[in-house]
Each structure stands twice: as structure tokens, then as C-alpha cells.
């Protein structure tokens, strides 16, 4: 049966309620509630939360915003599964006292009224301590005072510090809602650099770990390694995925497993596995996660396909089909049947999948970039999260899912931590602006954490294609300051820029089929200036979180230009791109000044952290010029007033 | 455990989910969802009903229309509680065509595709009857076909009547949702025209019997009476809403119960039960229903107050509060207390109000009008109109509350069949297309019911306060025909138009509060007109759906333009009225003939059903011009190519 405060349409949730929304460590959740209840009564509200299975509630109290909406936040300071509670009560006393000033100016008979007042002080007045108690009765007791006149006995009870004490006291008619999940997630979960590179090209983990002084110098927190698991034979791709392997051929580390091993095996040409464990604790040292893919499929030399042929389609000739993605092909690879007739098969199938993961926990690896998780049941993913997450609460998922939007936003829902986006194939300003406003200000942004890459092992996409190096810089600005996560894949300092073909969106001598040997000392290396976004993004707590961004206007519409954070929280910085890498191009901007809470008139300065400059402007409209032919691509200034 | 298949967000649906949304017997509901599967295998999908607790299921085809919804519709036939399930698959057949088609144009080795053709048609054909059934056995048997060339083998299992016989069969991975709710209610409780009148204005009900061929005539199909019940002597009201009364003062009807008795008594003044039961049946012969007020509430005379003191909210000297709704009083009316302390004395209350209900359902009534439900437990009316609903789903319960929108929205969500609106205070014509869209194309069209009412014996407001009678023709069209269901309170069709006062938006000498006889015979009664467009109603099925509102451009922004219906559907009207009730206007429109089913271009014809003159138009931009001065406020045209 309802209860008798309707509490409806709770927030933060997920569009079917069944999986819990998400939140981060520190992290300001915004709650919301539809309450209200029959009647003229005045209401109150809370929201209570604790870590699920604990005693302790944590409360904040929630204020009503009109059309019988209630607003506050909750910050969560603890990893791991959580449930809120929204509670609402009567405030009798609010409504007593609404009343009660209303009948007094008309000149109607008080008495009554003035004997109810008392009453309903001395009911709150038990839940209080000591002092307090005895402050909200002696106020009961002033009403009662017939010697008094009405003025002092009103007083008594309008006294706005017996307000204050009864104020967020539950009262009655409380009602509480049933409980919603909230998870939370380590702060890493929320907001970080990723940089991705093959290992082999550095002569496998040995040589790898002389890369990771400069990518922690470069400001990344996250170094993710594309499988690094024995490489099937059969089938084994060529360069430039072809049919043909010469010798020494590396191929696709996407085949997973040889008579080496599968999924829990390292491939001999990295290394061993003290090797990899070398690279994992001198990359903690410098600051770094290392965070491993996991690629739930098999090449046919992988241990799976002889010891489990249950796990596997088989066609009516008893062969197994290769993976396809039509028109792709993925002769190198088998896909798993997810789904096998024999639910015990299924199961077992299931806890090996699970016991990968288990086995590289083991190991110290706590981020997961999850490869094409659109390929396998969705209810796969909400199981083998849930089930992780349980002992291994600080674990988090990447879903590298670049499908349909129903589908992306379902993998977010069921549990995974962060999400690749269409954010590689958003180039122009008005499409990038619609597409964060969406991540940021829909629904989505109550469960699914955007992480942006300008480029991967597989795409090379938009101005990056034969673009300059302007291309690059401005790519980068965008991912590592519009959302709070991102990444690049290892090449992109360098301004890599050769496209497969026309048609194909993958690099030419792409290197998941061969060894890459870079000439990181490059003069014009990009990786100074990613040092200095990432210093930027450090130390501004504004970039710290997916909500506080608002887009401004340019005159000219080769710009985009947004805020992030707000005057009032201490920390607000605006950043403007020029999105054409070829022209310098100049602007008039139109800043809402007054939503990011700076004054609407006056001067304030707005410095440059990028150029370094300081600039003193006054009102709405300033005037911006950036020439990309000079690197000059973006500004990201702190806003003073 | 989530399944093989997700089937998500599935409508039609209320807010909360944990109620039916609502269609009627014969309405065309449209069912949609959200149905993916990991993977490229094609899906299928169909929507199965059946009345809850009834073996017989229906089914219809969900199409896929992008984005992974699915959409399809269902049209009940009985009256009462239904579940729906959607239900999805993998089209093994369609997968497996797409799939052999391209690898064919690829020139690759087809061999084992025919072969799993072949398993898949004879699984398939299992599901169906005799000829059809040997029917696909011949195909898979012609996949076979070693002998025959590819070309013919192939044709065996694309042959597009093999396609369809096996094409909605379910297959494998069916996967079911959990079953939805949906309520269906009878026709008239989504297509009504009401007629409201005080009996004891025409002498009672033998007097009102009287008026019932008239309200008959004018094409009503609703009769709706103010409380019938003894009125209160205590604290009655005077003329005027006065503290004063006279000797010979009727009182208000909504002050009900006397010593005579209470809610299930009939006032003496009005006649007797055998009264009521004639003037019942005579408006049945007349193909009228009539409709009680249900105002749970009650005179200081009521016997509850003394039988039932534990209903009643005491005040600290023992005393019972009288009504407000600040700063309106209700002096001769106590609230009941509908949730006691004691939860007894709440079980014993809730069932007398229903057993209130079930006495006026033994005597005949089946429509009831709820007077102010919002100020009474949500919870109650969820509580009470289910178990009424359990053994008389033809109930038709109308909510009058004019309150916050997510309070009026409950209301309907738990269970009301229409809903009193806003329309008594949109007057401008954006306004009112706002609020329609919002009505008939938003989530609220899934389980709430307009019911437009230009006046009640409370409400003389907008154009009709010392409006001409031109006012009250366009307020009644625009009532009549933006949505289904619509009523008047009597005196409307005479034009009575003098307000309380400028501030007070009752009427004045009201008929709350006293006696009215009116010359209903009057020559320039406003009788023929609604005679005249409840017949257009009547005649047209297009005005029996809210969904297929649409409006159209007007150059001239005092007009109002919209379609109902669709030209595909056989019943297309277009509405055109000008909402200035003092002036001519004329106009040119921008109808969006293309969304109506109509040609863009040529000819077509508008006959005006009101006015009788058949206009040929050609092309989005006739012109209109409506004099109210002459009486000429709206076209109803039927719109035929």
C-alpha cells in the first residue's frame, strides 16, 4: 500500500531502476524527489544514506524547488555499494505557524491555535538533547501563559531559534521511501588521463618500464596494455591486416592464446610474468595504474578451444566461424558462445570468465578496459560485475563499446565504470557542444562516465587524418577538458597521422600487426604540452567532475568555448578552442556571466594557463584570436572577478 | 537474472510503473519498447494481451524503427485488468538470409550456410500446421539439393512465401518480459460529453425528469447532479456564500448529511430513493447516464460526526475544525480524518467510503464525479477505486481536483478514469495548444484522461466573465472538440455571465447557495448549436481519440487551428476558430497537409459541417475569416481529397 506522503521519481537512478546509479568518492551527488501529500500541510524532507549492510546513515536534508519537487546532494565517502532513503514528514510546526500568523493579522481567536503550538513544541521537543529540550519547552510554555498578553505568548512560539532547533526534526506522518542503490566508485573512476601503448614496441616489459618516467612526466594515471597473452599462430594476421604472415610477423595481440596459454598466460615475447610485475610496481612508483584489456575470445590455437568445445558455436560441418563484423573479419579470431545450450555449460563458461579477472586481481591490477563488451550478453556483464565488485569494490570497467546508443547506455547501466563515446567522430563545435550537453545534462549522466579518446589503435578519424599537428593539439584539448576522462593511444604525440586508406579509419602499418619502434625524443614532440593540460587538470578542481560544464556563444562558429565550475565554488575556468587547425581565426564571445556566478559588469581577469598571459576583460564579450599556424589552438583560463 | 534478449522501457506505462496505464475497449494502444541483443543476429518481436487471470492470449508484431524501439499496437476488446508482455527473438531465418545474401555476392563457398538453412526451416516448421509446415520442409529439403545448381538450391530458401510462413514465428532465445498492467475501461470513459445540473432547481427529481429530453436533444450522454444527499442545517450558508442565512435557503449541496442521513441518503427535498430510481431510469430510455457527485465530507449534522467521532480531527478543546482552503472557509463543512491513529478506525473509515460507493453502484450508478480528491490520501483512492474496479470495471471515476500538476497526475496514475484540467484558465490560443500537446502527445496521454470543462457552478472565468454570447459558442467548441471527453454546468447555453466580483471567480447569486429557475426555452439559447456540434462529435470517429490532435500554422495569432484524425484513416476534421468573441478576423492558414494524409498539391475539399458551406481550397494556405458578431466563431470542415 502508498504510504501517506506520495515519494515519487527519486534521483540519481538509472532508466530502469534495477541497477544502481553512480557516484565517486567526494563527489556532490545531486538528489531530487517528487513529494508531496494531500491537504495544505507544510512538509519537510531528508535524504539518509549508508554503505549497504552498515549501520551508520549519513543525512542531508532536501529543500523544496516548486511543482512539488525536493532538491539536495549527498557526498559519499566510502568505495562500494550503497542505499539512499528519501524521508519526508509533516512539519507541524512550519504549518502551525503559517497558520497561525495568517489568523492572527485577520483578527480571528487565537486560543486554541496558541494550546496546539504548545503541543506540537513538546512532542519535537523529546527528540531533543538537554539544552535544547528545555529551550523548545520553555517556548511551549510561554504560549500557554494566559497572564501574558498575546503578543508575548506569540513570541514564545515564533521565537526563530526554537525554529532553528525544530526545524529538521522528523515530525509526523514520516514516510520513507524504499531504498534505491547508489555505487560508488575510488576517485580514479571519475577523473582520469589514460595512455595506451603496446609494450612489444618497447622490447616487451623490460624495455616498456623505460617508457613510464615520461608518460607520468606527461601527467597520465593510467597505462593501459593492449592483451598481452600468447598470440594464436593459425590464422595469424600480416601486416596491414592480411591474409599473408611472413615470419616474424607479430600479430594481432587481439588473438588470444597459443599452447602457451590463454587469458591468465603472458606472451613470451614480453616477457615473464616477475616481468610484468616488475612494470606494474615500478609504474605504481611513478604514480601510474596499469590497466589490462580484457578480450573475452579466442584464436584457434587458444587452450579453450580443444579443452571446452562446448563454448564454442560449432557449424553443421563441425567447424567453428571465425569473428565478423560485417564487412570486417577477424580471421585470426573465434568468437565464444556466451549462451551454450547446457546452462551448466553456460555457468562454467561464465566463472572462467570471471576467474581471468580474479587471477589478474590477483596480480594487483585494478583497471579492466573491456574490448567489445557489445558482442557479449548484456546479462554476462551484469553478472561479472556484480560478482567482482563484491569482494573487489574498487575495480574498474572500461567499456569499449562503440555501437548503438541503446546499447552503450545499457552496458554504463549494468554496471560497467566508464565509457568509450562517439567522441572520436565529433569534430564539428555545434555536434561536440550537443553531444556533452547530453553526457552531462541528461540522463546519462547519472550512470554512464564518458571517456574520451582522439585516437586508438583502430581509429584515426576526423582533422587527425593527413591533419597538422594543430590537429592534434586541439583534439587533445578537447577530450582532456570537456569531460573529466580521457585517453590517447601511444603515437598521438607525435602527430601520426596516415590513414589505412580513404575508406579505412584504421592507421596505415596500423601496429596491431607489427613492432613500432618511435623516436620519442622527437623535437617537436606534443608530449611538453600534454604535461602542461594535464598539470592544468590537476590543479583546477573544476575539471574534476562531468557536470559543471556550460557552453558559451562565439560570434564565430569555428570556436567552442565552455565553462567549467562556478565563481562561487573557487574554482572556474573557461576554455576556448579553435576548431579549425589550418587558419588562425578570431572571436567575440558571449560568456552568461551571471550563470557561472561573475559579476555581469565590471572587470575580471581571465589568465591564460596555457599561454601564460593574463588578460584583463570587462563584461560578456571579449574579443579572442588563436592561430593554429603558431600552435595556438586554445586557451584555458582561470576567471577572476 | 537478466535474459537472453533485453526488452526495456516498454509503453505503454505510467510514471511509477506500479499502476496500469489506461486505453479503452476498441482504441488502438500503441505498445513500444526498447529490444536489443548482443551481437548482429536480427531480432523479432510481438506484444501479447490478455485479460488478467484469462487464458486466451492476443498477440501483435512489434516492428524495429530504429535505434532498437520497437513499436506496435494492440486494440482491446473487453473491459477491466490486462497484462501485457512483449516478447523477442532471434530471427534465425532473417539472420541467416541477410547473411547468405552477401556472402553469395562475395562469391565466398556457401556450403555449410545451406546446410544450417536447412536445420533452421525444419526447426521452424515444427511450429506450423500441415501444408504450410511441408511446405518449408520442401525448402530445407531444396537447400539440400546437392544435385541442382547453387542458383536453385538457393531459391528453395528465399522463396518470400517460405519467408512469410515462417516469418513471426518465435524462435530462438525467446525471451519474455515481466508482465506490464494495462486497465481497460468501457467506450464512454474516453469519449463523453456531460451535462451538470442541480435537480432541485427543476422542483427535484420528478421536476428534473422534465429537463432530461432536452439535455438529451442538445446530444449529452452524461448527466452529473451535485449531492443528493440531506444538507446540513448547522452553519448552512446563505446567498452568496453568506454566514447569514434566511429562512427558505436551500444551503450547499457539498454540506451533506442531516438527521435524515448521510451519503447513501437522498435529501427529502429532492424526493425519494423511488424518485431517484425513475429519473435514473428515464435518462437511460434516453440514452443518458447519470452521474453522482462524490464529496467526501460532511454537514456538522452528518451521523458519522456523532456516530464516529474517532473520523474527525479534534482540536485540544474538543472541538471539530471546519473546511478552509485559505482563504476560502467552508464553515458548514468538517473534513474527515482519513488516516485515525488507530489503523482499525482507518480500515473502518475506508471501507464505509467504499461501501458508500458500492450503495450508489446497487443503485444503478456506474459515473462518479469526485469532489476534490486531492485533498484526501492518494493512498485511499489507490486503495479504493481498485477494489472497486475488482468486481465493477465499468466504473467511471472523475477527478476534480484543480491543484499542482504532479498531484493531478497521481491521482490519474493511481487510478482515475478522467481528469478535470487547466482548460477552464487557458484562454490564448498558444497556451492552449501547449497544454493540449502536452495532454494528448506527452506521457501523461498513457493514463490520464482530459476532461474539459469551460464552466462549473465554481469557475465564470476568461472570456466568459460579462463575455457575449460569442464567447461562450468558441469556449464550447474548443472544449467539444480539442479532446474526446468535455462538460458544461447549466445556464452556460443561456449565457449567464455575471461573476461574484472582479476578484472572485464564482458566479454571482450562485447556484451553490440558492434556488435558480431558468427560462430554458429562450429564443437565443445556445441549445441548437450544441446540438449541432455533439452530433459532429457523434458522426465523426476522428473526435473519439485525444492522440491524433494535431495543430496547424495561422497567420493570425487570435485563431486556433487543428486537425483530428488522419486522411488514411477515412475521418480527417480540421477546427478553425477565432478566439476573439468582439471582432472579426481574418487569416490565412499553414496547414501541414503532408502529416494528415492530404496531397500537397491540387484541389481538395473543406465542408463545413457548422456552418454548412462547402469550400474547394488547394494547397496549405486558404484563407478564413470568422465574424463572432454574426455568431460565427469556428469551421468544423471534413477534409476530403
Same mark, same amino acid.
Given at each position: 500500500m502508498l504510504a501517506r506522503i506520495v515519494i515519487d521519481d527519486?534521483?540519481?537512478?538509472?532508466?530502469?531502476?534495477r541497477y544502481p546509479a553512480k557516484a565517486v568518492v567526494g563527489e556532490r551527488v545531486p538528489v531530487s524527489a517528487t513529494i508531496f501529500k494531500d491537504g495544505h500541510d507544510r512538509l519537510a524532507a531528508r535524504v539518509r544514506w549508508r554503505r549497504a549492510g552498515k549501520r551508520t546513515w549519513h543525512s542531508a536534508p532536501l529543500r523544496d524547488v516548486g511543482n512539488d519537487r525536493w532538491e539536495g546532494e549527498l557526498t559519499p565517502s566510502a568505495v562500494g555499494a550503497h542505499e539512499l532513503v528519501i524521508e519526508a514528514w509533516r512539519d507541524r510546526f512550519a504549518t502551525w505557524r503559517h497558520d497561525i500568523e495568517i489568523r492572527v493579522a485577520a483578527g480571528d481567536d487565537v486560543e486554541v491555535e496558541l494550546e496546539e503550538g504548545a503541543r506540537i513544541l513538546e512532542a519535537l521537543a523529546s527528540q531533543l538533547p538537554g539544552r535544547a529540550r528545555k529551550r523548545v519547552l520553555d517556548a511551549a510554555a510561554g504560549l500557554r501563559?494566559?497572564?501574558?498578553?498575546l503578543h508575548v505568548r506569540l513570541n514564545a512560539g515564533l521565537d526563530d531559534r526554537v525554529a532553528e532547533l525544530v526545524g529538521d526534526l522528523p515530525d509526523a506522518d514520516l514516510t520513507a521511501s524504499e531504498p534505491v542503490g547508489l555505487w560508488v566508485d575510488r576517485e580514479r573512476a571519475g577523473f582520469s588521463a589514460w595512455y595506451e601503448f603496446f609494450p612489444r614496441s618497447e622490447g616487451g616489459f623490460v624495455g616498456a618500464m623505460d617508457r613510464l618516467p615520461a608518460i607520468a612526466e606527461m601527467g597520465f594515471d593510467v597505462v593501459y596494455l593492449p592483451p598481452i597473452h600468447p598470440i594464436g599462430k593459425t590464422d595469424r594476421k600480416g601486416r596491414n591486416n592480411t591474409l599473408t604472415v611472413e615470419p616474424?610477423?607479430?600479430?594481432?595481440?587481439?588473438a588470444i592464446g597459443s599452447p602457451e596459454g590463454?587469458?591468465?598466460?603472458?606472451?613470451p615475447e614480453l616477457g615473464t610474468i616477475e616481468d610484468f610485475r616488475r612494470f606494474r610496481d615500478r609504474a605504481s612508483e611513478l604514480g601510474l595504474e596499469v590497466a589490462l584489456d580484457y578480450a573475452l575470445q579466442c584464436s584457434p590455437d587458444h587452450p579453450w578451444v580443444t579443452e571446452?568445445?562446448?563454448w564454442f558455436h560449432r557449424r553443421p560441418d563441425g567447424s567453428i566461424r571465425f569473428a565478423e563484423n560485417p564487412p570486417k573479419k577477424y580471421q585470426d579470431i573465434y568468437p565464444i558462445n556466451?549462451?551454450?545450450?547446457r546452462d551448466a555449460d553456460r555457468v562454467a563458461l561464465w566463472k572462467a570468465c570471471r576467474d581471468i579477472l580474479r587471477y589478474w586481481i590477483g596480480e594487483g591490477v585494478r583497471i579492466f578496459r573491456v574490448?567489445?563488451?557489445?558482442?557479449?550478453p548484456i546479462a554476462f556483464w551484469a553478472w561479472l560485475i556484480e560478482r567482482i565488485h563484491r569482494?573487489?569494490?574498487d575495480v574498474i570497467f572500461l567499456s569499449e563499446a562503440f555501437t548503438r546508443p541503446a546499447v552503450m547506455a545499457k552496458l554504463a547501466e549494468v554496471g560497467f565504470t566508464q565509457s568509450y563515446t562517439y567522441f572520436t567522430w565529433r569534430t564539428e563545435p555545434w555536434e561536440l557542444r550537443e553531444y556533452v550537453e547530453e553526457l552531462? &545534462? #541528461? *540522463?546519462?549522466a547519472e550512470y554512464m562516465r564518458p571517456n574520451f579518446w582522439?585516437?586508438?589503435?583502430?581509429i584515426l578519424s576526423g582533422p587527425l587524418? &593527413? #591533419? *597538422?599537428p594543430a590537429a592534434f593539439l586541439l583534439r587533445f584539448v578537447l577530450a582532456a577538458t570537456l569531460v573529466p576522462s580521457y585517453g590517447i593511444y601511444s603515437g598521438y604525440e607525435l602527430y601520426e597521422n596516415e590513414p589505412a586508406?580513404?575508406?579505412?579509419?584504421e592507421y596505415l602499418n596500423s601496429e596491431k600487426y607489427e613492432i613500432r619502434r618511435r623516436?620519442?625524443?622527437?623535437?617537436?614532440?606534443m608530449a611538453p604540452f600534454i604535461a602542461q593540460v594535464n598539470a592544468i587538470r590537476r590543479r583546477h578542481?573544476?575539471?574534476?567532475?562531468?557536470?559543471?560544464v556550460r557552453f558559451h556563444h562565439s560570434a564565430n562558429d569555428r570556436f567552442l568555448v565552455w565553462s567549467r565550475g562556478h565563481a562561487a565554488e573557487g574554482d572556474l575556468m573557461l576554455v576556448v578552442v579553435n576548431?579549425?587547425?589550418?587558419h588562425p581565426q578570431e572571436t567575440v564571445l558571449g560568456l552568461d556571466l551571471a550563470a557561472i556566478g561573475m559579476p555581469t559588469h565590471g572587470p575580471y581577469t581571465a589568465a591564460d594557463?596555457?599561454?601564460?598571459e593574463t588578460y584583463t576583460w570587462d563584461g560578456p564579450n571579449p574579443y579572442v584570436r588563436l592561430d593554429p599556424t603558431r600552435g595556438q589552438v586554445a586557451h584555458i583560463l582561470t576567471l577572476q572577478a
Open positions: 527519486i534521483h540519481p537512478r538509472t532508466p530502469s531502476g501563559r494566559t497572564s501574558c498578553s616474424g610477423d607479430p600479430g594481432s595481440p587481439w590463454g587469458h591468465t598466460a603472458i606472451h571446452h568445445p562446448e556466451f549462451w551454450p545450450e574490448d567489445n563488451p557489445h558482442t557479449k569482494n573487489h569494490p552531462a &545534462h #541528461g *540522463p546519462l582522439p585516437n586508438t589503435p583502430d587524418r &593527413h #591533419g *597538422p586508406s580513404d575508406e579505412n579509419e623516436d620519442w625524443g622527437r623535437p617537436d614532440s578542481p573544476a575539471f574534476r567532475w562531468l557536470r559543471n576548431l579549425d587547425p589550418h594557463e596555457l599561454g601564460g
